[in-house]
């Protein structure tokens, strides 16, 4: 079984061409931006590409050097409730870019249906197929982290290759109270420290980032912030993105 395209459309062009002019577009503007070595993770924005996806592809092009064959994906849950985290049993992922590998690891449960709507996984998929090649995902949709949970250090035992958390920050703030607010989350997660509830959208799989970092020593850092006012949008009610990259020292 497929998973095929959802949000191809709205939340990104649903054909080759306009993805990759957007693509071409982005990569143009960030000739100061190079790829980190010793890269592990990254921290990616989910919104819409014309609001968002000049900071994703930031965060994508400081990946670009990992050279692995998996990623592991995780992302929030917009549409399902449940505890700690899921995952699909897809055999691929379809994009207008093409079709990616897909695989689950051990021991998360397995529910396909969180999968179909959810955006903030979709939305990375281009990126991925364009930066990297012949990729086998490891998709993971987080719910509510349980205080009593092993999740996070069954994720650390079990993640393969780089991951990659995608996370919105603020939502809908005027501009200058997002931009502080936004500060506030990134200096918590440059200091590896929890977001504050309701800051970050992908905060749960933050969380999760945020304890394998700790433990395997990574070092985080900003590599670009921006919000919808800053791109293609009002000023009265934006939403903040951030590409955070980590690397082992």
């Given at each position: 079984m497929k998973r095929n395209p959802y949000v191809a459309g709205s939340f990104y062009p649903s054909s080759k061409e306009k993805i990759l002019s957007m693509f071409l577009n982005f990569e143009s503007q960030l000739d100061g931006i190079t790829p980190l070595e010793n890269i592990r993770a990254i921290i990616a924005p989910h919104a819409g590409y014309v609001y968002s996806g000049m900071v994703a592809m930031a965060a994508y092009k400081s990946a670009s050097s990992f050279n692995g064959k998996d990623i592991t994906l995780l992302g929030p849950s917009h549409y399902y409730g449940f505890p700690d985290a899921l995952q699909?049993?897809?055999?691929?992922?379809?994009?207008?870019?093409?079709?990616?590998k897909s695989a689950p690891l051990k021991e998360i449960p397995i529910s396909n249906d969180p999968f179909v709507p959810e955006h903030s996984l979709e939305v990375q998929l281009p990126f991925i197929q364009h930066v990297?090649?012949?990729?086998?995902?490891?998709p993971i949709i987080v719910g509510e982290l349980q205080p009593e949970s092993q999740i996070k250090e069954k994720i650390d035992r079990l993640f393969k290759g780089l991951i990659v958390v995608s996370s919105d920050l603020s939502h809908y703030l005027p501009y200058d109270t997002a931009k502080a607010t936004d500060k506030r989350t990134i200096d918590r997660i440059l200091r590896l420290e929890d977001p504050d509830p309701e800051e970050a959208c992908g905060r749960e799989p933050i969380k999760i980032l945020i304890y394998i970092a700790r433990k395997r020593k990574w070092k985080p850092r900003l590599i670009m912030y921006r919000n919808s006012g800053d791109t293609a949008g009002p000023k009265d009610g934006v939403v903040g993105y951030s590409a955070i990259a980590f690397t082992e020292s």
């Open positions: 699909c049993d897809f055999e691929s992922w379809i994009t207008p870019l093409g079709e990616t990297f090649k012949d990729i086998l995902l490891h």
